[in-house]
């Protein structure tokens, strides 16, 4: 196995990874960021404000991507494993 293709497998499997993960990121920086302001605004410290938002919103954020995410990640596993031969030999 050449490096350019070890190379391309690596840059495959980064951008696969950003991509699922983006957008769960995404919907908890922005409920962190709202509840930072809320929490500003109203002088309220409480620890746990924080962070049972941004679980709450991640975890909706998992069943409303959950789908996409999976076939994300099945067609680059299915994209791995149909070019095993090439990658072995």
């Known amino acids: 196995m050449s490096p350019e293709v070890v190379i391309t497998l690596a840059k ?3 951008y ?21 302001v809320f929490q ?11 962070f049972i938002p941004k679980i709450v919103a991640v975890l909706v954020g998992l069943v409303f991507f959950g789908p996409w ?5 099945v ?10 031969t090439r990658f072995v030999g």
Do not use: K, Y
């Open 40 to 50: 500003a605004t109203t002088q309220i410290q409480e620890q746990t404000l924080a």
């Open 69 to 73: 995410m999976l076939s994300r990640m």
């Open 12 to 14: 495959q499997g980064v």
């Open 16 to 36: 696969t990874t950003l991509m699922i993960c983006g957008p769960l990121l995404l919907v908890a920086l922005v409920v962190g960021l709202v509840v930072s």
């Open 75 to 84: 067609a680059f596993t299915h994209d791995i494993f149909s070019n095993l």
